[in-house]
């Protein structure tokens, strides 16, 4: 099989298209797979690590803030779809793969002109922009959550996340290698790769105020803010680390998650049917984060705090009511897996081969 998969901007969308990659040399070694990104975010640097064949095109996105470049996107949209049918005239994929953020229109675009087999794949609730545009001529598209299905219409069904399948495959990672107790519960807290000011200002309130707990907390704070947070003094059950690569392999380990609401990161906490607390970012287009963890929080499958609301009363009473009541933990972790598509990765690859025919 000979691929072109494109997924940029953030490691939502970057770690689900490796996560098909993955999955198709898994299944079909001999595989030609090449990647086109932008070239100036994440994806230059972690799709090259992975020995997948990169390619750069110059896109920005729409911003609605930045008039200098949005103006400039007007000029390089058409560039970049021109480049991308060179592209794929030399390379002559079966099947181009969208898979989120702005990057992605031009090269699903390009397929499109060019009559090339082409299958999206949406990780959030609401669905992006650049998925919006060019879902119509699409010839499948894949979605993580069935409240998704409505937005696309009849050439949509539910795949999941790939990374659910991912995060059941990776090696777990024993707590105590971070300095935590074997027999104690454990909450871990995390913001994403680079962390939140915001969420930061927030748990250093509440990190400073849980001596009397009788769990242990392990917060990451993101490699911006580790520095500060080291220099501080917490009480004895609290732990900082800067980053964990691993997280998924963690999270086996661990008994409550607080986290942001991205797809990936939900897509993990499902599979391996943790209970969560979700603090959704408010930043994000769309406000999608919210959506996202609204559907862990109606399928009773977790607990939601807007951003807004939270501080260090309302965190501390969330995790002490799920903690102490082991019919309410019990039943959040069944709903979770219930939440969870742990095949994704393989019912991807199912519908890919569907496409291509």
Known sequence: MRVIISAGGTGGHIYPALAIARKIKEKEYDSEILYIGTHNRMEKDIVPMNNINYVPIEIYGFTKNNIKND?????????A???????????????????????????????QKLGIKTFIHEQNSIPGKSNKWVAKKADLIGVSFKESLKYFGKNAILTGNPTATKAISNEKIDKTKFGLHRNKKCVLIVNGSLGSSVMNNKMEDFLSNVADEDYEILYITGKSYYDKFKEKEFPSNVFIEPFIDNLSGLMKDIDLIVSRAGASS???????????????????ANNHQYYNALTIKDNNAGELIEEKDLNKDILKEKINKILSDPDKYKKYKENALKLSMPESGDVIYEAIKKVIG
């Open 71 to 79: 103006l400039k996107d007007l000029y390089l949209i058409p560039q």
């Open 81 to 111: 779809i021109s480049k991308c049918k060179k592209i794929m005239k030399e390379f002559k994929p079966d099947i181009v793969i969208g898979v989120g953020g702005y990057v992605t229109y031009p090269v699903i675009k390009a397929a």
């Open 266 to 284: 939900l897509a993990e906490i499902t599979a391996l049917g943790l209970p969560s607390i979700l603090v959704p970012s408010p930043y994000v």
